[in-house]
């Protein structure tokens, strides 16, 4: 099984670097949840190899609009790493991609080592910093097509992050508007009440995917909240921005 999981974590690593999709490997192989993650930690344990540093976690589907877009409703966490982070107000070459998308997401910067399950009373005194953000996700699968099982496996479709001004504004974060812009226009708008009710619930379940994982995330690190929204493709030759009323503004260009 292990040098099964390791071909996958293999396959997929290599459609990242190449910037070319793979089928769905559900399909020939089915595996589990648990299974997924295990690949999952394999592609990151590449990664690692290649030098690259993880920076934090991201959390998927914490929203309902993200969940209808892709058909999929359970709760999911990937890796970050430094190369995923991309310069925000700069421009982001988009053929290191397959098929980007961008959503405008809620960043936390955390202040304490999580190292056990968080409840929501004590989830703010974790957190250092806030900051409005893009997530660009690139599906390693054809078509953005996948199962539960395939997207945990391709660490949750993680390609890249931009992340706007910190604030200490932690603790009004219940229902603010989020707009996704492209170009100026309005493509996705929604609230940060989206994001599991409250996006300090998805601190609280950071901690709990982290524990379950045996995993403590140190001081520093970047957590991504999951999309309010759902995500927009990107096109080459332009503006992309996500604000967060009351937290500013991210953005980036594309060429
Ligand atoms: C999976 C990643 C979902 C989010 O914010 O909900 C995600 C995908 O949609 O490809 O990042
Ligand atoms: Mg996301």
């Known amino acids: 099984m292990s040098t099964l999981h390791a071909s996958i974590a293999a396959t997929l690593d290599q459609a990242a670097r190449t910037a070319l999709a793979v089928p769905q490997l559900s399909l020939d192989t089915p595996f589990s949840v648990e299974q997924a993650y295990d690949i999952q930690a394999r592609s990151i344990d590449l990664r690692r190899e290649r030098g690259e540093k993880p920076v934090g976690i991201k959390l998927g589907f914490t929203s309902r609009a993200k969940m209808t877009q892709m058909g999929v409703d359970s709760l999911i966490w990937g890796w970050l790493t430094d190369t995923m982070l991309q310069e925000e107000g700069g421009t982001v070459l988009l053929d290191q991609f397959i098929h980007p998308r961008a959503e405008p997401e809620v960043c936390f910067l955390t202040r304490r080592d999580i190292d056990r399950p968080l409840n929501l009373l004590e989830a703010e005194s974790y957190i250092e910093a806030v900051a409005p953000a893009i997530e660009i996700i690139d599906s390693r699968y054809r078509a953005f097509t996948f199962t539960l099982e395939d997207v945990i496996a391709d660490n949750c479709s993680s390609a890249g992050l931009v992340v706007g001004p910190w604030s200490r504004n ?81 953005s980036f260009l594309t060429r």
């Open 170 to 250: 932690i603790n009004a974060l219940a229902n603010l508007g989020v707009i996704l812009r492209v170009n100026g226009r309005v493509k996705q708008s929604g609230s940060t009440a989206a994001i599991l009710g409250h996006p300090l619930r998805s601190l609280v379940q950071a901690s709990r995917v982290l524990s379950a994982a045996s995993q403590t995330l140190p001081a520093g690190s970047l957590i991504m909240a999951g999309a309010a929204t759902a995500a927009e493709a990107l096109n080459a030759g332009s503006h992309v921005s996500a604000t967060v009323s009351g937290l500013g503004t991210a």
